[in-house]
């Protein structure tokens, strides 16, 4: 199956700070998407981003399907943006969602 | 609208307790997806159903877990003599279309079942 490898692993940012995370696959995907997993467990989905650039508030994701990655930016991070951020993409020939180990991201007043 | 409903919330088991885990999908969606989540882990497959189909079950770790979704609607995930290396959150997805072939579409997660097994 499909692996998944993001990074950093961990991230520490201070309120006001950018950031960007990184999310590489072992092969080509579809559907890929981006999650953030609040504290209390929730998977929220961010964006549904096969390919190409979008913009939601003061989130960007960019897939470039083609070298099998996606970023997802963090612009003026707020402390509500804390939590796990996972991708995960899925193999055209098979039915499942493969998903990374995830960002933790601490963003501190 | 109403997004994807799991019950319980939290289910606490004594180990060898059969535990029964409910999942009730957005209206309308075909796809239907089980995973599991251990703690600092990202989610691991467990199976897919399209409609009533189960149509992948590689992901079940053993012949105690047991799915179903009899209607191509509600599902429930069966856990026989549960071990305490069953602890998990247990999260359902549904989408919208089918898979493998056909168009895809954004998978929405429930809020998960926390099991614990003492």
């Known amino acids: 199956g499909i692996q998944v490898e993001q990074s950093p692993p961990d991230l520490i940012l201070q309120e006001g700070a950018n950031s960007t995370l990184r999310c590489n696959f072992s092969d080509s995907v579809n559907n890929l998407q981006w999650f953030h997993q609040n504290p209390w467990g929730q998977l929220i989905n961010l964006f549904y981003?096969?390919?190409g650039t979008k913009q939601n508030g003061r989130l960007s994701a960019t897939t470039v399907a083609t070298e099998r990655y996606s970023l997802l930016y963090i612009s003026s991070s707020q402390t509500t943006d804390s939590g796990v951020y996972f991708c995960?993409?899925?193999?055209?020939?098979?039915?499942?969602?493969?998903f990374g180990a995830g960002t933790t991201v601490t963003v501190r007043a | 609208g109403a997004g994807v409903s799991q019950s319980p919330r939290y289910k606490v088991a004594k180990r060898g307790q059969d535990v029964a885990l409910r999942c009730d999908p957005i209206?309308?969606?075909?796809?239907l997806f089980w995973y599991q989540q251990a703690l600092g882990q990202g989610p691991e497959f467990l199976t897919y159903?399209?409609?009533?189909?189960?149509?992948?079950k590689s992901g079940l770790p053993s012949d105690r877990f047991f799915a179903e979704r009899p209607e191509g609607s509600v599902s429930t995930l069966k856990i026989q003599r549960t071990q305490q290396e069953d602890s998990a959150v247990y999260l359902c997805?549904?989408?919208?279309?089918?898979?493998?072939?056909?168009?895809?579409?954004?998978?929405?997660f429930g809020n998960g079942t926390r099991l614990t097994v003492t």
């Open positions: 995960a993409g899925r193999d055209p020939n098979d039915y499942k969602l493969s």
């Open positions: 997805a549904s989408s919208l279309e089918r898979f493998r072939g056909h168009p895809n579409s954004p998978l929405h």
């Open positions: 209206s309308g969606h075909v796809s």
């Open positions: 981003i096969p390919s």
């Open positions: 159903f399209q409609n009533e189909a189960q149509l992948d």
